[in-house]
């Protein structure tokens, strides 16, 4: 009994300092590996609803999961010593009730091991809501929408539906639990009818005096100890490693999940890039999981110093072409050559280097001014070209408000943190794409949520700016397609028309009939 004593307390001290350092190590190796690999995963997964979910539930809390799926190991080990010194006592005085108790609490065991994983499956289930619920209130508590939550009320309708989301994931997971808790307790109460008739077997020694009330006494301790590990302890530690070992298998099929090469790789240096050329020869794309092709025989050929504009209605295969340029996807059919290479045998590396995209949903990074344009070039900071870059932009007006300048914070979450408007944060998007020493240029409809005036005049100033350099306006309206030397009209996946404003409008087809739709828009301009 002193040994068990002794080790009770040895065990404590000795699983926590190990947990202590496991959780150390877990933090510096887990958490930076798996960001590494969620950087270089391939673009398809992303956009796939089932990667994604599995993307979140192994990115969740990953090292509080891996330490704590060790930390079950370590309690399994601790209940397992115990029992099998309670055992111990027990056989070598009723060895009869240690095979009885063994044998009922194998049932239990294994409720346990289905238990476990259910509930981890009940999860990945629950998840789906769960994440809708916590859009639903970052809507409801965050600053991004407290103006629209002010003006049009809609705290309590949007509440009620995060309610029910809610509401939907808990049921899932409560008509789980309940199930396993109902089976589990409804098999422990039968392990204690059994120890209470093995302590009343006991009585019978007893009387006789073939064992002496110490022993009695301490037999019954035994019994009923090993009863309570074996049929909750236990039974929950076994629970919880067949979570763990879910977990496992969900960490297992994410570091499967297949990379996209040279992800993380810096872009080459521009310097030792040249372009002549991209070509489009019969290329067909569909989206991974659709049925539909987006591009179909697609063909066209883009050539350098000239400015171009790819025009079409919204979902015609506009910023698919970006996609597929800027290397995010690479299952297409047909041929895509840059400078007569197929794309497939440049480096991620090399294309970072030709290219620079402001895309529709750029990103806003809530960091110093200077950084966010900085961000665009990580290979070089150059004080002059930065400077040139904010003068090119009409900048100076805005960091003039700040009250660091260009070093102020952007956004709320730091102290002293200044947000800009919707035009300003364009601005410094489109001025990260600048400093960016690519080839190619690409605009992908950055500025469809400004009027179409204003989005005119952003394009013919991104066209003074870039002189001497290949850019492509990517759009659906047409203010900023006459300051191109060439449009491309794409209508159902494939190139309609091309030519210039005055070509086409003469031709009097698909670009005709759209620009006079949108004549009204322009009137000041036209």
């Known amino acids: 009994m002193m040994l068990i004593i002794l080790y009770n307390y040895l065990n404590w001290s000795f699983v926590s300092y190990i947990n202590l350092k496991l959780e150390m190590k877990m933090t510096e ?3 930076t590996g798996i960001v ?5 995963l391939e673009y398809r997964h992303i956009e796939d609803n089932d990667s994604w979910d599995l993307i979140t539930r192994t990115c ?10 060790f930390e079950n190991v370590l309690g399994a080990i601790n209940i397992v010593v115990r029992v099998f010194s309670l055992l111990a006592i027990l056989i070598t005085q009723v060895w009869w009730a240690a095979l009885v108790i063994i044998g009922i609490s194998v049932p239990l065991f294994l409720l346990a091991v289905k238990g476990g994983k259910a509930t981890y499956r009940a999860n990945k289930e ?5 994440r809708r619920a916590t859009y639903l209130h970052n809507v409801l508590t965050g600053r991004d929408n407290i103006e629209e939550r002010a003006l049009f009320g809609y705290t309590e309708n949007l509440n009620g539906k995060w309610f029910d989301k809610y509401e939907e994931a808990r049921k899932i997971n409560l008509k789980v639990t309940l199930k396993y808790f109902i089976r589990i307790k409804g098999s422990s109460l039968i392990t204690i009818v059994i120890s209470i008739f093995i302590i009343g077997v006991l009585l019978f020694p007893l009387s006789d005096g073939a064992i002496t009330p110490g022993m009695f006494m301490g037999l019954v301790t035994a019994t009923l100890g090993l009863i309570q590990m074996m049929s909750w302890n236990l039974s929950w530690i076994t629970s919880e490693l067949a979570k763990s070992r879910e977990y496992l298998k969900d960490l297992t099929a994410f570091m499967e999940l297949s990379e996209q090469e040279g992800a993380l790789d810096l872009p080459e240096e521009t310097e030792k890039m040249s372009f002549e050329s991209i070509e489009f020869c019969n290329v067909s794309f569909r989206y991974p999981g659709t049925d539909r092709d987006i591009l179909k025989n697609f063909n066209l050929k883009i050539e350098k110093d000239l400015h171009y504009a790819i025009v079409g209605i919204n ?15 690479d299952n297409f059919e047909g041929e895509i050559k840059i400078n007569n290479k197929s794309i497939r045998e440049y480096k991620q590396a090399e294309l970072k280097a030709i290219f620079s995209v402001v895309y529709q949903d750029f990103a806003k990074y809530y960091i110093s001014l200077k950084d966010n344009i900085l961000l665009g070039d990580v290979n070089h900071t150059d004080e002059d070209k930065l400077s040139d870059v904010v003068s090119l932009l009409e900048l100076e007006e805005t960091i ?9 914070y952007l956004g709320k979450i730091k102290e002293g943190g200044m ?3 919707g035009g300003e944060w364009q601005r410094v998007a489109i001025a990260r794409a600048l400093y960016h020493p690519a080839k190619i240029r690409i ?3 950055p500025t469809a949520a400004l009027d179409p005036v204003a989005e005119s005049n952003i394009y013919e100033m991104f066209g003074k700016i870039s002189q001497g350099k290949s850019t492509i306006f990517i759009t659906h309206r047409l203010g900023a397609a006459k300051l191109a030397d060439k449009i491309i009209v794409i209508h159902d996946g494939a190139v309609a028309e091309q030519g210039s404003h005055e070509k086409l409008m003469t031709l009097g087809g698909i670009y005709a009939e759209m620009f006079e739709s949108q004549r009204s828009w322009y009137q000041c301009e036209v």
């Not at 590494?36 to 270089?40: A, D, T, V």
């Not at 969740?60 to 799926?69: A, L, R």
């Not at 629950?126 to 769960?130: G, L, M």
């Not at 979902?315 to 996807?329: E, F, H, N, P």
Request: net charge positive.
């Open 29 to 31: 190796i887990f958490r």
């Open 36 to 40: 590494e690999k969620r950087s270089r």
């Open 60 to 69: 969740t809390d990953p090292v509080g999961k891996i330490n704590g799926g």
């Open 126 to 130: 629950a998840e789906k809501h769960t």
């Open 315 to 329: 979902g015609a295969g506009k910023t698919t072409i970006t996609k597929l340029l800027t290397g995010m996807y």
């Open 400 to 408: 003039a408000k700040l009250p660091q300048g260009m070093d102020t």
């Open 419 to 421: 947000d800009l408007s």
């Open 443 to 445: 605009l992908d409809e």
